[in-house]
Each structure stands twice: as structure tokens, then as C-alpha cells.
């Protein structure tokens, strides 16, 4: 049984001010029976680590590049997050994919650098719309798991999100039934790769996920916890998806 994760993603919103959602937050985290993370623009991380510390708060970047250092103008190294108070990043979004023409090659690569640099890499795939469409959703998402994930990189440095593109701040979501199918498929493919070890690495759904639907969606088969955008700017709505988890 994978450990249990509420994570929340940032994007790029937040200033100094928004740090009292996380102040906000301090109760609820203190009762969850689950693991809690946000992961804010870089600017915020060492402020928010600093607040986070005095609770189980975990803090988290948006990606890293996959050199220690050197001449790579608004890049940030993963030594640098954790050097902030980072304990995680998310790698491979489907947004950083899109924007900035990260491959799967090129995210495992950052993966690697973010483990070397002793934090937890939190993996994102998930198909388009077109791809659904043509019925090719669990070839996508198993060719990402396998070229994003370095096959020695240790389980519990890992976890993996699946993130249809189509669900991403659109109010949509799969069904509960295309959800199950593609974390059972995912949980199998890393087990054809790592044997059981593989059921110590967290599958989170991300996409669309609110207070309202994250019950039915934890109680869905392989699935650990969530990445969560808007609904993690606010402590009222994050609070509501960690209690949810919690009860889970
Ligand atoms: O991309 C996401 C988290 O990484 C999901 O975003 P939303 O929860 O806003 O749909």
C-alpha cells in the first residue's frame, strides 16, 4: 500500500500575501492522515518553507533543470529547491511538456537530478483529447511512465501523477471507471518493471479535482491521492480535499 499524498500545485499564481492560505492551513494538516504538500512558484518556496516548517507541511518546486549549475539563464537546479526547503518536485507537467518542449527523455533526465539532489520527483502524464478520442490513452500514458521514470530510480523517491490534459482546469474529469483503468494500468506497468516494490510508489489523480468530487475520486481503485491546481490556492478548498483523502 502506497503512502497517501495531497498535493497541491501552484502554477504560476501567488504572491507573498497568498502565504496566509498556508497559515490557513495549519489545523487541518495537523489532523490529516495523509501526507500534504504544495508546491508554489519558485519566488515563494523559501517563504513558504519557513511557514511550513512549524506544521507537516511539505513544500515542493514546479521543475528543475537537470544540471547541478551552470550557464542556463532562469533555469533553477534541483540542489537549489532543496537548498530552499524543497522536499519534492513536480516533473513533466503536462504544461512544462506543452510550453517548453520537454520530452519524456528529457524529464527523466530532470527525475534523476531532482533524486540526486535527495528530493521526491513527482511524475506527470496523462493523454490529450485527441488521444483519448483514438483509443490510445493507456499506450500514452505507459510509453510517459516508462521513458519519464529512470528504471533506478528507488520507489520511494517516486510518485507518479496522471493528469488527462483534457481534465486540467476545465471542470471535466474522467469517469470513475476510465480513472481506475488507467492507475491500474499504470500500477502494473512500473510492477512488470520493479516487481513489488512498485506498490510503494503513490499514483495520484490530478485534473479538475475539487472538495465536491475528490471523495469519489480516492475511493477509486490505485489511487493514492491527488495533484491539485486551483483548488489549492484557497486553504477552504485544499482543506476539504485533504479531509476527503484522510477519510479515505
Ligand atoms: O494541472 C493540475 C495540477 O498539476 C490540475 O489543475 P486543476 O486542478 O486546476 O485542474
Given at each position: 500500500m502506497a503512502r497517501k499524498l495531497a498535493a497541491g500545485n501552484w502554477k504560476m499564481n501567488g504572491m507573498t500575501a497568498d502565504l496566509v492560505e498556508v497559515d490557513a492551513l495549519a489545523e487541518v494538516v495537523e489532523a490529516a492522515q495523509c501526507e500534504v504538500l504544495l508546491c508554489p512558484p519558485a519566488t515563494l518556496i523559501a517563504p513558504m518553507a519557513a511557514r511550513a516548517g512549524l506544521m507537516s507541511l511539505y513544500v515542493g518546486g514546479q521543475t528543475c533543470h537537470s544540471a547541478g549549475s551552470g550557464a542556463h539563464?532562469?533555469?533553477?537546479?534541483?540542489?537549489?529547491?532543496?537548498?530552499?526547503?524543497?522536499?519534492?518536485?513536480?516533473?513533466?507537467h503536462s504544461e512544462r511538456r506543452a510550453d517548453h518542449g520537454e520530452s519524456s527523455t528529457d524529464v527523466a533526465l530532470q527525475v534523476t537530478a531532482a533524486i540526486d539532489a535527495g528530493l521526491v520527483a513527482i511524475v506527470c502524464v496523462g493523454e490529450t483529447e485527441a488521444e483519448r478520442d483514438a483509443g490510445v490513452t493507456l499506450q500514452v500514458v505507459a510509453s510517459q511512465v516508462a521513458g519519464s521514470i529512470p528504471s533506478g530510480a528507488a520507489p520511494e523517491q517516486i510518485v507518479v501523477a496522471y493528469e488527462p490534459v483534457w481534465a486540467i482546469g476545465t471542470g471535466r474529469t474522467p469517469t470513475l471507471e476510465q480513472i481506475a483503468e488507467v492507475h491500474d494500468h499504470?500500477?502494473?506497468?512500473?510492477?512488470?518493471?520493479?516487481?513489488?516494490?512498485?506498490?510503494?510508489?503513490?499514483?495520484?489523480?490530478?485534473?479538475?479535482?475539487?472538495?465536491g468530487n475528490a471523495a469519489e475520486i480516492f475511493a477509486v481503485s490505485n489511487v493514492d491521492g491527488a495533484l491539485v491546481g486551483g483548488a489549492s490556492l484557497k486553504a477552504a478548498d485544499f482543506s476539504g480535499i485533504i479531509e476527503a483523502l484522510s477519510a479515505a
Open positions: 539563464t532562469g533555469d533553477i537546479s534541483a540542489a537549489m529547491l532543496a537548498d530552499a526547503g524543497a522536499t519534492h518536485v513536480i516533473l513533466g499504470i500500477r502494473s506497468e512500473l510492477a512488470t518493471r520493479r516487481g513489488g516494490a512498485a506498490d510503494a510508489i503513490p499514483l495520484l489523480y490530478g485534473g479538475s479535482v475539487k472538495p
